[in-house]
T-cell receptor, first 113, second 112 residues
Framework: DGGITQSPKYLFRKEGQNVTLSCEQNLNHDAMYWYRQDPGQGLRLIYYSQIVNDFQKGDIAEGYSVSREKKESFPLTVTSAQKNPTAFYLC????????????FGPGTRLTVT | AQKVTQAQTEISVVEKEDVTLDCVYETRDTTYYLFWYKQPPSGELVFLIRRNSFDEQNEISGRYSWNFQKSTSSFNFTITASQVVDSAVYFCALFNTDKLIFGTGTRLQVFP
């Protein structure tokens, strides 16, 4: 089945630790995205990548880092510099950047205590 | 400024009722795209529809219909004869320049 996988579904970390969230897609899409969702809010864009070895900051990139070494994979690292990391993180992909519909993974709920 | 407003935070209906979810957007561009996504309790967002700014025709897909009115900057979503499986958070979004701008979502609860 084609789609986007994110693992794990739930993740718990202690404050001060970096943590990496996984996102893999087998849709052969060029573009990939990371969003953050907080209760009662819409999705906010953290980073996006148009193509392998390229990525751009979104609206709330501070305290996060990404890499895009393979077309299928776009991992997100939440660093200790992120002041409020507890949130639901969603990865998405689209055939290209632009107005094309984005397809989402099931999300990772990160809790930092 | 680009913005999407979903004023209805939560709506509760009984099965078989019709329900309309409102979406109002702001943009200065003449070319833009509007989207609706559904987020069921499992968490992933499911794409429902995309509409470009030049196509104001209403669209119907089964029990779902969308009313796009540029004059009022609205892109409302109606579910006819709602079902319990329609319970979810629904997001309206605007694509402008280089990214999707999401509204805050409307939580729809359909009771049997």
């Amino acid at each position: 089945d084609g789609g986007i996988t994110q693992s794990p579904k739930y993740l718990f970390r202690k404050e001060g630790q970096n943590v990496t969230l996984s996102c893999e897609q087998n849709l052969n899409h060029d573009a990939m995205y990371w969003y953050r969702q907080d209760p009662g809010q819409g999705l906010r864009l953290i980073y996006y990548s148009q193509i392998v070895n390229d990525f751009q900051k979104g609206d709330i990139a501070e305290g996060y880092s990404v890499s895009r070494e393979k077309k299928e994979s776009f991992p997100l690292t939440v660093t200790s510099a992120q002041k409020n990391p507890t949130a639901f993180y969603l990865c998405a992909s689209s055939i290209r950047t632009g107005f094309h519909e984005q397809y989402f993974g099931p999300g990772t709920r990160l809790t930092v205590t | 400024a680009q913005k999407v407003t979903q004023a209805q935070t939560e709506i509760s209906v009984v099965e078989k009722e019709d329900v309309t979810l409102d979406c109002v957007y702001e943009t200065r561009d003449t070319t833009y795209y509007l989207f609706w996504y559904k987020q069921p309790p499992s968490g992933e967002l499911v794409f429902l529809i995309r509409r470009n700014s030049f196509d104001e025709q209403n669209e119907i897909s089964g029990r779902y219909s969308w009313n796009f009115q540029k004059s009022t900057s609205s892109f409302n979503f109606t579910i006819t004869a709602s079902q319990v499986v329609d319970s979810a958070v629904y997001f309206c979004a605007l694509f402008n320049t280089d990214k999707l701008i999401f509204g805050t979502g409307t939580r729809l609860q359909v009771f049997p």
